[in-house]
């Protein structure tokens, strides 16, 4: 029986994997992207495959001594196979539909039923080599646990530390300002290339109407993750390590070897070094970790990384339920369970986007910093804003264009504020996506929409947003010429030093 437990525990670890993958291997990625420690979703992973397991012994055990057990091992051959590869088709090398997983199903089926009509000694061998991959999972499990454990024992850097000088009243500040804004997914197409002519986007042309806009600006990258440090550093980045001790270790392109990068490589530690303050209010990458010696202000927030229904700011108990009912509403309602997945993360990014607002009015409104990077998570999906109520989603179902609504409205608010200042004539602000609707990433979500579909115009446009309002501009301008997304940082080394813009097609670096 002892045996049959373990096997039990390891078929449950398998089906739960997508749950706690990101914590295989270290964890890297996840804990990357959280601000909190994972101790309490860590034990609640382990609850779920401790429970789980124990549920499919307490009906296993008892039917393994009776004359119904032949054909629930016929039952589970049948079965499980085709379940698990559905549960993890999500990280398998291949893109497996749902009709090719349903014709596997039942193809597989018909062979376990004819082995075990025609081929007797086949279809024994096949149950035990399904006994055999048991024994495998149970130590798959045990693994697994092992590695959760490693990652509950992580303990993460700050999100987020201030300086005296921006919770005291100070005197007005006497120095040029630069704002430094991306809005994540930005895409030039969306924004002013061929925008829905139902979509208003007022503030994003006020903003052109007295700044340059690139027309073909050039990705470096399609992650986040490698964009932002590759901005930062102005060199590009195409590797990237988050070590346990919370250190970012990259690899530039052309070269060899990791090294780590920290504040001091970055256009934050020119500019303190040119005397100015800076102050920083991000989504996604760790900021007050990785560059804290360099950013005198700072503030990051996600509470939406977590695969599946699971949220740092959940209780454990919470954390340990609500997975186990996804799994089972997955058998039960398959499209039901993953709309109410979508309609989970469209929450969590709405409490992450909230609490990031908040922040960036107060340190606009508080106008002490001298250079501001604000990296905010819209239009980015999941989208939690509706045109239609004109108000937030707090469910599955708004677009893309809704994203971009939204972002717009957010456009407006830094606008309003900056505009206000008494430092406006002498205000620099840059604008940009990371990089562009990435609609091959999004197409098979639940929440893609008929609106995404028909904006997307089943293609992709690889080209993000950017543009430059330089201090004192008035007028409009446009380069349509080829321009790589890496000259922001050169756009920005040229402001911090005092230096004329040059936003030529030319490559900007100093």
């Not at 749950?19 to 860590?42: E, Q, S």
């Not at 279809?123 to 495998?136: K, P, V």
């Not at 979508?342 to 986007?353: A, G, I, M």
Request: glycine share 6%; net charge negative.
């Amino acid at each position: 029986m002892l045996k049959k437990l373990c096997q039990c525990i390891g078929l449950s670890s398998l089906i739960l994997v997508m749950n706690y993958g990101d914590m295989l291997g270290g964890g890297g990625d996840v804990r990357m992207h959280v601000p909190f420690a994972l101790t309490g979703i860590a034990y609640a992973q382990l609850a779920d495959i401790l429970l789980l397991g124990l549920l499919l012994f307490a009906i296993i055990g008892p039917l393994s001594r009776t004359r119904l057990f032949p054909w629930v091992k016929l039952f589970l051959a049948i079965v499980a196979p085709p379940y698990l590869i559905g549960r993890i088709r999500d990280v398998l090398p291949f893109h497996l539909l749902s009709e090719q997983l349903i014709v596997l199903a039942v193809l597989w089926a018909a062979i376990v039923v004819l082995l075990l009509l025609r081929f007797n000694r086949g279809y024994r061998r096949l149950l035990r080599a399904g006994d055999f991959i048991g024994i495998c999972l149970a130590i798959f499990a045990l693994c697994g646990v092992v590695q959760v454990l490693y990652v509950a024992s992580w303990r993460p850097g700050p999100h987020e530390h201030t300086t005296a000088s921006a919770t005291t009243v100070q005197p007005p500040r006497q120095h040029p300002l630069l704002v430094w804004v991306i809005f994540d997914e930005l895409s030039y197409d969306q924004v002013y290339g061929h925008r829905a002519q139902d979509l208003a986007l007022p503030n994003f042309d006020a903003l052109r109407s007295q700044s340059t806009v690139f027309s073909d600006a050039q990705p470096i990258g399609d992650r986040t993750v490698k964009v932002v440090p590759s901005l930062l550093s102005g060199h590009e980045v195409n590797a990237y390590r988050f070590t346990f001790d919370n250190r970012l270790k990259v690899r530039d392109t052309g070269e060899h070897g990791f090294h780590t990068l920290d504040g001091t490589e970055t256009v934050f530690a020119d500019a303190k070094q040119e005397g100015w303050r800076t102050a920083a209010v991000g989504w996604y990458n760790p900021y007050c970790t990785i560059y804290a010696g360099s950013i005198d202000d700072c503030y990051w927030m996600d509470l939406d990384i977590i695969e599946y229904p699971m949220a740092q700011d959940k209780s454990f108990w919470r954390n340990t339920y609500t997975p186990l009912k996804q799994v089972a509403e997955q058998i039960v309602a398959p499209a039901h369970a993953s709309r109410d997945l979508c309609s989970y993360d469209v929450r969590q990014r709405y409490k992450t986007y909230i609490d990031l607002k908040q922040h960036t009015s107060q340190l606009l409104h508080t106008d002490q910093a001298d250079f501001i990077f604000l990296h905010l998570p819209v239009p980015h999906g999941p989208n939690i804003w509706s045109r239609a109520r004109n108000d937030y989603a707090h469910g599955c179902g708004s677009s893309y264009l809704d994203g971009l609504a939204l972002a717009d409205r957010e456009m407006g608010n830094v606008m309003q504020i900056l505009q206000s200042s008494p430092r406006w004539k002498d205000t620099t602000l840059i604008v940009e996506g990371d990089h562009s609707w990435r609609t091959y990433i999004w197409d098979d979500q639940p929440s893609w929409t008929r609106e995404d579909e028909a904006a997307s115009h089943d293609d992709f446009d690889p080209r993000p947003a950017v543009i430059i309002h330089r201090a004192g501009q008035t007028e409009a301008s446009v380069v349509h010429t080829p321009w790589s997304l890496l000259n922001v940082h050169s756009v920005l080394e040229q402001v911090i030093h005092g230096e004329e813009i040059h936003v030529t097609a030319q490559n900007l670096k100093r």
